[in-house]
């Protein structure tokens, strides 16, 4: 999530900040430079993860915003 300019950040409640995610992008699997099949968004992936581990919540009750 890019802030707008002039405008500052908003990170949800269990998702991923754009610091935390500078720091981790470069140790997932899928990028560019992969051989294979490229990874369509690991920063949803890894905060539907996150969600999911922190809520208690299962798959099927993910919010709409981390898509299918």
Do not use: Y
């Not at 981790?24 to 990028?31: A, F, N, T």
């Not at 969600?51 to 299962?58: C, L, N, P, Q």
């Amino acid at each position: 999530m890019r802030p707008l300019p002039g405008k500052q950040a908003t990170v949800r409640r269990h998702e991923i900040s754009d610091a935390q995610w500078e720091q981790i992008q470069d140790l997932l699997p899928g990028r560019l430079a992969d051989r294979g099949r490229t990874a369509w968004d690991n920063r949803g992936f890894s905060n539907a993860v996150l969600w999911i581990a922190r809520t208690g919540a299962s798959w099927r009750d993910l919010p709409e915003r981390f898509g299918p």
